[in-house]
């Protein structure tokens, strides 16, 4: 089990728009498929529409928005990892599978079994 809190994305359901809080901020994430390249994309925005960062190309094991720098970006890392280090990049048949956009902080005070991945039904749908 992961130590980790994930943002599930439904890769059957792209591109998708969702709300998300981060950091005590509320901000709208934009997930999209590239299947000619088969690479994934993110943004997001405030939760007043400003958008912050668009189609950034998500990596494995990199941060998003790692190298912008706008203090209004949460300032936890969202990185695509695979825990368990087996894959060598994102794909549509990984991603949601052993490929995870993470939360990258590990809270060494707890239990990792009393970790739970955010449930999808807990982030609206716009």
């Known amino acids: 089990m992961s130590v980790r809190n994930y943002i599930p994305i439904d890769v059957d359901d792209l591109p998708e728009q969702f709300d998300y809080d981060i950091d005590d901020v509320d901000y709208i994430f934009e997930i999209k498929y590239n299947e000619q390249g088969d690479f994934f994309t993110a943004g997001i925005a ?7 960062v668009r189609d950034w190309k998500m990596i494995l094991n990199q941060p998003l928005f790692f190298n912008i720098m706008d203090s209004r970006l949460p300032t936890t ?9 087996q ?26 079994s009393e970790q739970i991945p955010i449930d999808s039904d807990e982030i609206g749908d716009d």
Do not use: A, Q
């Not at 890392?77 to 280090?85: A, H, I, K, N």
């Not at 599978?97 to 707890?110: C, I, K, N, Q």
């Open 46 to 52: 405030l939760d007043d529409g400003t958008w912050l």
């Open 77 to 85: 890392d969202l990185t695509p990892m695979d825990e368990s280090g």
């Open 87 to 112: 894959e060598k990049k994102i794909s549509i048949t990984n991603f949601g599978d052993t490929v995870f956009l993470y939360e990258d902080t590990v809270d060494t005070d707890s239990d990792p």
